[in-house]
């Protein structure tokens, strides 16, 4: 594992973490975040400009730019993240209805924050995955 390995991929050059990731600065408590769930190595809070009834992101402690990062690097993070976003999404009642579990990756995505989240998005029929083409 080598997390500070330079990375061809768009969005991570020139990086943030610690004081410069906002998501670094929620697990430091720094800035304030409903919290909903935590393990020792991931976080999960209310998404402060929710898009569904429910809507939690659910993170690693530690800084990971994205999914295929967090995949290469910390692949037993990776399985505590996808257990965490099952726990919160039992704990929120959205798993019988049904969710959707959310990794925006990179630019064509839209990722704002690069420091890998899932969103949990739930609570209410979610509507198609994509605009039709
Ligand atoms: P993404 O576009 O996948 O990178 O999603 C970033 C998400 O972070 C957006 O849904 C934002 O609403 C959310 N967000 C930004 N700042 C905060 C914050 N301080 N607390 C909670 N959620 C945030």
Redesign the pocket.
């Known amino acids: 594992m080598n997390n500070d390995k330079p990375s061809a991929r768009p969005g991570a050059a020139g990086e943030a973490v610690g004081r410069d990731c ?1 998501f670094c600065r ?1 697990v430091a408590g720094d ?1 304030p ?1 409903t919290v909903v769930h935590e393990t020792d190595t991931t976080l999960a ?5 929710p ?1 569904a009834a429910v ?1 939690v ?1 659910v993170i690693p402690k530690a800084h990971h730019t994205d999914v295929v990062a967090l995949a290469k690097d910390a692949p037993a993070a990776a399985a505590d993240l996808l257990a965490a976003a099952a726990a919160v999404a039992e704990a929120e009642g959205v798993h019988t209805d049904g969710f959707r579990l959310l990794f ?1 990756t990179g630019r064509y ?5 690069f420091h890998v ?1 899932g ?1 949990v998005l739930g609570g209410e029929p979610l509507g198609p995955m994509l605009a039709p083409r």
């Open positions: 906002l929620i800035i975040a809070f209310r998404d402060i400009d898009k809507h992101l925006n995505a839209g990722q704002e924050v989240h969103h």
